[in-house]
């Protein structure tokens, strides 16, 4: 499978645990982007990377939420002392480094917080 | 009032309908616009990038007017395979790199 690959799937914690959430993206793709997705709204862009590099965050990614990308390949994701409206579906995807660059996405891991 | 509308529907329509959904934003600078189609509890999937000139695939005919600022997604001849959101996108690299989704139209293709 050449796809954009998250894990896990699926991840269940208690309020003020600490989670942490892999994307895995299309083996040529530079760029990496986070999105998180609550129930009937569209996904919400969090942050992208060029390469190793976070070159835009948004203003929803609190101090609680950080991302890497160190060696430009694979990407982590991490939300510390989790609050239940962190609760929803984070969404990974990648792509070239084109003028018009074509996103495409993992499955997501969703996210409850009890 | 949002950077990315969509009129949320849902949109019930037969089998073999013509069906076109509109998407307005409001960032003039805008460069890139894209129809994504989501399931139920599945990522979005890219189904047509929105060219200047327009495109079209098999039933599918994108458009974008950037006088008006919006695109439109048109689908012919609707199979029940069809249902799902379509999300509209849209991004911008003024005041730094920006993707935009739309909070979706629901679209129901009934037998």
């Known amino acids: 499978d050449t796809g954009v690959s998250q894990n896990p799937r699926h991840k269940i914690t208690k309020r003020g645990q600490n989670v942490t959430f892999r994307c895995d993206p299309i083996s040529e793709h530079n760029r990496l982007y986070w999105y998180r997705q609550t129930l009937g709204q569209g996904p919400e862009f969090l942050t992208y990377?060029?390469?190793?590099?976070?070159?835009?965050k948004s203003r929803l990614l609190s101090d609680r939420f950080s991302a890497e990308r160190p060696k430009g390949s694979f990407s982590t994701l991490e939300i510390q002392r989790t609050e239940q409206g962190d609760s929803a579906m984070y969404l990974c995807a990648s792509s070239l480094e084109v003028s018009y660059n074509e996103q495409f996405f993992g499955p997501g891991t969703r996210l409850t917080v009890l | 009032r949002k950077e990315v509308e969509q009129d949320p529907g849902p949109f019930n329509v037969p089998e073999g309908a013509t069906v076109a959904f509109n998407c307005t934003y409001s960032?003039?600078?805008?460069?890139?616009f894209f129809w994504y189609r989501q399931d139920c509890r599945k990522e979005p999937k890219l189904l047509m990038s929105?060219?200047?000139s327009g495109n079209e695939d098999g039933r599918f005919t994108a458009q974008l007017n950037r006088a008006s600022q919006y695109i439109s997604l048109l689908i012919r001849d609707s199979k029940l395979s069809d249902s799902a959101t379509y999300l509209c996108v849209v991004t911008s690299n003024t005041g730094g790199f920006k993707t935009i989704f739309g909070a979706g139209t629901r679209l129901f293709v009934k037998a």
């Open positions: 990377f060029q390469n190793e590099a976070q070159l835009e």
């Open positions: 929105v060219y200047s």
């Open positions: 960032n003039s600078a805008s460069q890139s």
